[in-house]
C-alpha cells in the first residue's frame, strides 16, 4: 500500500452485524490504514422497524462508527427493488447526492470503490472515485430465471464500468476473464487467530453441547438453499450414536432434520462464541448441493474449521481440491459418512497443527495484502 492510503467505500456490503463473511473480514483490516465507508444493501421498511435497536437512526441516516476507520450506512428503501430495474435506478439517483455527503463528513472523498453486488452498479463512475473494483463472491445467476437477467444485465455494465474485478473461486474466474480484462482470484480466507483459540486454549464448553454424546459432527453456517439438509438426514440415521450439530440461521425447511433426535439445531451464535463450539467439535462439515452457487463457491467455513485444527469433510466442491487430502471429499452420503469415520479415526495434533499451519498461510491479512498488490497501489 502506498504511503498516503486513500479510503476505501464499499458498496452493497452484508451487514456490518450479522454473520462475519469477506466484506466485514477485509474492510475490518483494511481500516488499519483506510478510512472505509461501509455502505450495506438496502433494507426495507419492515426490516428497519423489526431491527430498529440494532441498526439505530444513526446508521440509517448519517453512519454511524462501529471501530476505528469504519463507518456503517444502512440504505432504506420502501420494499426490495431488485425485480424492478426502473424503479432501483431511480431510487439510486435520488440515493446518490446523500451517499457524497457521507463521503465528505467521514472523509471518504476520491475513494477506492468496492462493489459487493451489481444492483449498484448505476453508481460506479458518478462518485468521484479513483477507481472502482467489482469483488465477485458468488454465481448470481443461480436465482429464478427473470431475476438472473436482471442481475445479469447489472453485472455486465459493471463489468464495463469497473477497472479491476477480483474472483473468490477458479470457476468465477474463468467465466468473469471472458468478460473483463483484467480478472484476479482473491480467494476468501480464514480469521486464523480467532479460529486457532478452539486448538490453543481451554475454552469452556458451551451448555448445549456439554451432555451430548461424542463424537460431535458439526456444521457451522447459514442454511441456505445450497446446504444439503437431506444429505445431513441421511448421514445422520446412519450414525445415530454421533451427535450432528448445525450452528446458524435456517433459511430453508429442515423439518427432514427436525425429528432426529441426534440432530441439534442450535441457530446463530456470536462469532465471538464460534471458537468455543469449534473446540467440542470433532469433524467440520461443508454439505453443499452440487448447484451452480456451490460450485463456484469457495467457502469461507473450510478456512475457519482448518483454522481451528478440524479435520473437514465436504461435497465435490471444485474449489476445495486446492486443499488436497487437508479436506476429504464425498460425493454420496456412503461416502460421507465413510470419510468422517476416517477423519475420526486417523486426527492427531500432529494433524491438527498441519491444518492450522494451512489456514494461516490462507488469512484475511494475506487476502489483503493480495488486494494491495492489484489495486491499492
Known sequence: MNNKPYPVVCLWACSWAGLWQRQQQLMSRLAARHRILYVESPRDFVSVVRNWRKVGWRQLTVGRE????????TPVVPFSLRRYPRLNRIWLALLRPWVRHLMRRWQCEQPFLWVCYPLAESLV?????RIACYDCCDELTDLPTKLAGIIREHEDRLLAKAQVVFATSESLLRSLSARHAYVHLIPNGADAAHFARAATELLPCPPELSALPRPIIGFIGAVQHWVDVTLLAEAARLRPQWSWVVIGGVHKDVSCLSGLANVHLLGPKPYAALPSYLRQM???LVPFELCPIALAADPIKVYEYLAAGKPVVATAIPRLEVFGDAVRIARNV??????????LAEDSPEAGRRRRELASAHSWEQRTREIAKHALR
Open 66 to 73: 462501529v471501530m476505528a476507520n469504519v463507518t456503517v450506512f
Open 125 to 129: 463512475g458518478r462518485l468521484g472515485e
Open 282 to 284: 470433532c469433524v467440520g
Open 334 to 343: 456412503e461416502e460421507f459418512v465413510t470419510q468422517i469415520q476416517r477423519a
